[in-house]
């Protein structure tokens, strides 16, 4: 004879490897995309509100701090052919002319403000290599 519990606990099973799955789904749908500023400049609406992954070197490096005290900085990211910008809050991980992989979101178009940024990803992590 079965227990009333054993159904219960057959239904929990269920919907535990269910909300696995799901997870699992949403994770691998997550991931970023490998790519060049020269990929997302041919084609840069495929790109837009993507999670990207991007290597290269840092130049026209710039540290900032905004008007509420919060430091940030800027780069241009080139993959030898074409540069994209990159913003980061925080400090500089590398120096200038640094290798970098670099893991943000990229916008065509980015509005903070009063303020409209084109073209730029907006950086997660920034890892010298």
């Known amino acids: 004879m079965k227990s009333p519990t054993s159904g219960i606990s057959a ?3 269920t919907a535990a ?6 997870l699992l789904a949403v994770v691998v749908s997550a991931a970023a995309l490998d790519t060049s ?10 790109f837009d509100g993507q999670t990207v992954t991007i290597t ?3 130049s ?8 509420r005290g919060n430091p940030y900085y800027t780069f241009d990211l080139s993959d030898g052919t074409r540069a ?3 913003f980061s809050f925080g400090r500089r991980p590398c120096p200038d002319a640094s290798p970098v992989e670099v893991t ?3 916008y065509r178009e980015h509005r903070v403000g009063r ?7 907006t950086a997660t992590t920034v890892t010298c290599r």
Not at 17 to 22: A, E, G, K, R, Y
Not at 60 to 67: C, I, N, T
Request: glycine share 4%; aromatic share 10%; hydrophobic share 50%.
């Open 17 to 22: 490897v269910l909300l696995v799955i799901t």
């Open 104 to 106: 943000g979101r990229f």
């Open 115 to 121: 303020y409209v940024f084109s073209d730029e990803v």
């Open 60 to 67: 026209s490096l710039r540290e900032r701090v905004s008007a």
């Open 84 to 86: 994209i910008r990159v």
């Open 11 to 13: 239904v929990r099973a």
């Open 56 to 58: 290269g070197t840092i």
């Open 37 to 46: 500023p020269t990929a997302i400049f041919a084609s840069p609406d495929r």
